[in-house]
């Protein structure tokens, strides 16, 4: 067989199941997806295009019902009787909307989220779930240590830092420790700013502007993320160099982001939908951690703080700038 004929053939047959899913015959699966962000929904358009890759056709061979709930995790409480009509195949949670289906015990859920979720309780370990809860995991605590390493390297006078947290955050002690080990590494001091939820978020920055500090780095979770904007403004107007979890927070205004891209994660967490589909049961299935992180500036803060990005090597390690 020439060289030209096996690779065709190795190829044709690596596609042949996802070809089979798209011309028909199979299995119309059903996908509940639950969020407390809003549409549009980023994060739902990557783990779409996720499935198209594997050769899921929509309306054909999956078809996804989605529910909302922007920052109200309770309101979603309502939602979860409705799997009890029994013809849902597979929920996926977004975030904090994970709290809520601890209580579905009897369908696979897949999950993306920004804690622990060992300290949420929804997997007995990360490598060994053991539960009808498998899915993906932002939490990764050498990004707390390197989050404030980059935040010294763009500003060297950097002598006490505002670690901005929320409390309610499945893992947030694990990830303040971290910090807080790096600052002392550093020989930074690390002003510990907490709070708890949504209802206390105003009150919080209003104590991280007491603090008299020189930058401020937020943990990256639910709370922070959909008040990005309002974070980020807070920043600026206190003239405090600001570090975040993902890019989203430097899209609204944030200076410096390191973490994984949340739109990539949600695509290869597809492919762990597409397993269970299959039959796989999701107790087996690792816990996944992010592959690749990515470096955001925000070029506009920058110049709005007065930081000259020349005498620093950031730009050149960037993944995103925004200017």
Same mark, same amino acid.
């Given at each position: 067989?020439?060289?030209?004929?096996?690779? %065709?053939?190795? $190829?044709?047959?690596?596609?042949?199941?996802?070809?089979?899913?798209?011309? !028909?015959?199979?299995?119309?699966?059903?996908?509940?997806?639950?969020?407390?962000?809003?549409?549009?929904?980023?994060?739902?358009?990557?783990? =779409?295009? !996720?499935?198209? /890759?594997? #050769?899921?056709?929509?309306?054909?061979?999956?078809?996804?019902?989605?529910?909302?709930?922007? !920052?109200?995790?309770?309101?979603? =409480?309502?939602?979860?009787?409705?799997?009890?009509?029994?013809?849902?195949?597979?929920? @996926? &949670?977004?975030?904090?909307?994970? =709290?809520?289906?601890?209580?579905?015990?009897?369908?696979?859920?897949?999950?993306?989220?920004?804690?622990?979720?060992?300290?949420? $309780?929804?997997?007995? &370990?990360?490598?060994?779930? #053991?539960?009808?809860?498998?899915? &993906?995991?932002?939490?990764?605590?050498?990004?707390?240590?390197?989050? @404030?390493?980059?935040?010294?390297?763009?500003?060297?006078?950097?002598?006490?830092?505002?670690?901005?947290?929320?409390?309610?955050?499945?893992?947030?002690? %694990?990830?303040?420790?971290?910090?807080?080990?790096?600052?002392?590494?550093?020989?930074?001091? /690390?002003?510990?700013?907490?709070?708890?939820?949504?209802?206390?978020?105003?009150? #919080?920055?209003?104590?991280? $502007?007491?603090?008299?500090?020189?930058?401020?780095?937020?943990?990256?979770?639910? @709370?922070?993320? @959909?008040?990005? *904007?309002?974070?980020?403004?807070?920043?600026?107007?206190?003239?405090?160099?600001?570090?975040? !979890?993902?890019?989203?927070?430097?899209?609204?205004?944030?200076?410096?982001?390191? $973490?994984?891209?949340?739109?990539?994660?949600?695509?290869?967490? *597809?492919?762990?939908?597409?397993?269970?589909?299959? #039959?796989?049961?999701? &107790?087996?299935?690792?816990?996944? =951690?992010?592959?690749?992180?990515?470096?955001?500036?925000?070029?506009?803060?920058?110049?709005?703080?007065?930081?000259?990005?020349?005498?620093?090597?950031?730009?050149?390690?960037?993944?995103?700038?925004?200017?």
């Amino acid at each position: 067989m020439k060289r030209r004929e096996f690779i %065709l053939l190795i $190829g044709g047959g690596l596609a042949w199941p996802a070809i089979a899913r798209a011309q !028909g015959g199979a299995k119309l699966h059903r996908i509940f997806w639950v969020s407390t962000q809003s549409e549009p929904d980023p994060f739902l358009d990557g783990f =779409r295009e !996720g499935m198209r /890759a594997l #050769g899921y056709v929509e309306g054909k061979t999956v078809t996804f019902e989605t529910h909302y709930a922007p !920052g109200d995790p309770q309101a979603l =409480r309502k939602i979860v009787s409705e799997l009890q009509r029994g013809d849902i195949d597979l929920v @996926v &949670s977004s975030g904090p909307a994970t =709290r809520v289906m601890t209580a579905v015990t009897d369908i696979p859920v897949l999950f993306a989220l920004s804690g622990d979720p060992v300290a949420l $309780g929804v997997v007995k &370990s990360l490598a060994h779930p #053991g539960t009808n809860f498998t899915g &993906s995991t932002f939490l990764s605590l050498e990004l707390a240590g390197k989050r @404030v390493e980059l935040l010294k390297d763009i500003y060297p006078k950097l002598r006490k830092l505002a670690v901005f947290s929320n409390t309610d955050h499945p893992g947030e002690p %694990l990830e303040w420790r971290a910090t807080l080990e790096s600052c002392r590494n550093l020989g930074i001091e /690390a002003a510990y700013v907490p709070f708890c939820g949504a209802r206390e978020i105003e009150n #919080g920055l209003m104590a991280a $502007g007491k603090v008299d500090a020189d930058a401020l780095l937020v943990f990256p979770d639910a @709370v922070t993320l @959909v008040h990005r *904007a309002k974070i980020a403004e807070f920043a600026i107007a206190h003239r405090l160099p600001s570090m975040f !979890g993902w890019s989203e927070y430097c899209d609204a205004g944030g200076l410096l982001s390191y $973490g994984a891209n949340q739109r990539t994660t949600y695509f290869r967490l *597809a492919t762990y939908a597409d397993r269970i589909l299959r #039959g796989e049961n999701p &107790s087996d299935l690792p816990v996944m =951690r992010p592959e690749k992180f990515e470096l955001a500036v925000n070029l506009n803060t920058a110049r709005l703080l007065g930081i000259d990005l020349d005498v620093s090597s950031i730009l050149f390690r960037a993944s995103k700038v925004i200017s």
